[in-house]
């Protein structure tokens, strides 16, 4: 044992000075590799925040937000890692028991014919009745697609709430530049109430109203700022962004037609709704229940090996076997004797099983009261959409160009010039709101019918090319 590391360090002599350098360089190193990785180890524990998250400029399109809440939305991340945990729970309800270890010792011995037993250790094993642990099984994977359809729930209302976000702040914005526009036209036609006033073209109540209209819009202008910084925050916390975080311009919104019946989604939505879809995987579940119930009352087995240690004998006559461990095999099976809580058992499974069809009733006909409350809505906004844009808004440009026209030729008042104006401003608002509103709704029949409804067919399951793990 001539190697430096087998020396005793005990004495300072020459040859054991190389082995106390090299012991203090390899504590060390030690130290100072213990000390990066702790540090690397705190900084996975703690990690800060590097950046503000996705950046926002430019003209921001609705798909590109949807991506981003995908990619961000910390509520598709929750749902995504209980789905994970629920698939995790199959191995754990389909496994056997843990086996028992059971040591005995004894502090005054137990004497035998063979000697003393000082202690004595036993092994065993709980064997569930054949099936019971299937069963259980299906129980999990039960759970587990329930899990699944939670998980693209949870995607369909992150892309329901940018989309009815991102039609709301459009509309808001839209309100504001409309706004900014007849203020300006506003305050030009305010100016010259005043002239007018002044040469005796126009009264005094003309001049007050022009003045209190500007003044409105200049509320509504601040109102609208108020409500776009709000609905910005709204928005930036579904994309997982500070709340404060600048949103670029919005694309204008393509609103294409519903192309589709109410029957069609009601159809659609029992195939494809995850609240019908649960409440089915709830009755197929109620089934298992009642499976496993019945399993339970049948008796479970148990496998064993027990042995016991024996020590020598004090006696006078030592018999020839003396000292010999003991070893035995040992076998059990439960015993389902209390019949009322067996019974019980399965009338709980069977009561459940009866209370989760009602549930998909009651589901279903909730989605169709939904379905058909959404679909008025969306048709009702197309309309006002298509009855603003080729009539009404038209109209009111044209009875403002007339009014204008005719005050100055003096026959007409400026009130009235003021009074056309002011439609005019409404209609735009309407219509701008009437667009919000339908694409709102829209998404939310959408979100119902878990499919588009305007003729692309395509199934909204989540953004094109991400894939669920």
């Given amino acids: ?25 390899v504590v060390l190193l030690v130290g100072i590799t213990y000390l990066f990785t702790a540090s690397a180890i705190a900084g996975d524990l703690d990690p800060q925040p590097t950046d503000e998250g996705p950046s926002l400029t430019g003209i921001l399109r609705l798909a590109d937000l949807i991506d981003q809440a995908y990619a961000h939305n910390p509520s598709i991340e929750q ?15 389909t496994g056997y028991p843990d086996p028992q270890l059971m040591v005995t010792w004894f502090p005054e011995p137990i004497e035998t014919r063979l000697g003393p037993q000082d202690w004595n250790a036993q092994i065993s094993q709980m064997i569930p009745f054949p099936g019971k642990l299937s069963k259980a099984g299906e129980l999990v994977a039960a759970d587990a697609r329930i899990a699944r359809l939670r998980l693209d729930m949870a995607v369909k209302e992150t892309i329901l709430a940018v989309q009815e976000s991102y039609y709301e702040l459009w509309y808001i914005r839209q309100a504001k530049t409309v706004t900014q526009h007849n203020a300006r036209l506003l305050d030009h036609l305010r100016k010259i109430s005043e002239t007018a006033h002044a040469d005796d073209r126009a009264t ?12 409105q819009l200049q509320y509504d202008a601040l109102l609208l700022e108020e409500l776009a910084q709000t609905e910005m925050v709204r928005l930036n916390g579904l994309l997982n962004r500070p709340p404060e975080s600048a949103v670029g311009r919005l ?10 019946d109410v029957e069609t989604i009601y159809g659609l939505a029992e195939a494809n709704q995850e609240e019908i879809l649960m409440a089915q995987v ?7 229940k009642v499976s496993l119930a019945r399993f339970e009352n049948l008796p479970d087995f148990k496998v064993g090996l027990f042995y016991a240690g024996i020590g020598q004998p ?10 010999r461990d003991a070893i035995g095999l040992q ?8 019949f009322g809580r067996n019974n019980s058992r399965v009338d709980k499974a069977m009561a459940e099983k009866a209370m989760a069809r009602a549930e998909k009733t009651v589901r279903v006909n909730a989605v169709r009261t939904r379905i058909r409350t959404l679909f008025f809505k969306a048709r009702n906004a197309q309309r006002i959409v298509s009855l603003y844009e080729t009539d009404l808004v038209p109209q009111a440009a044209r009875s403002m160009e007339i009014a204008e026209v005719w005050y100055r030729e003096g026959e007409s008042s400026f009130s009235d010039f003021i009074e056309t104006q002011s439609v005019w401003y409404n209609f735009q608002l309407a219509l701008a709101r009437a667009k919000a509103d339908y694409g709102i709704n829209l998404a939310r029949l959408e979100r119902m019918a878990g499919t588009h409804l305007t003729g692309e067919g395509q199934k909204l399951t989540e953004p094109a090319g991400k894939e669920q793990p």
């Fill in 282 to 288: 709830g009755v197929d579940k109620g089934d298992t």
């Fill in 314 to 323: 004090d006696v006078a006559m030592v018999p020839e076997d003396a000292g």
């Fill in 79 to 93: 749902a995504r890692e209980a789905w994970r945990a629920t698939v995790e729970n199959y191995r754990v309800a």
């Fill in 1 to 25: 044992m001539d190697h430096p590391f087998y020396r005793s360090p005990v004495r300072p002599t020459a040859t054991g000075l190389p082995w106390l350098c090299c012991k203090s360089a």
């Fill in 251 to 260: 694309e204008t919104p393509t609103l294409a037609p519903l192309a589709a």
């Fill in 204 to 215: 005094l109540t003309d001049v007050i109203k022009a003045q209190s209209q500007s003044g």
């Fill in 331 to 338: 076998a059990g099976i439960s015993i389902p004797l209390w």
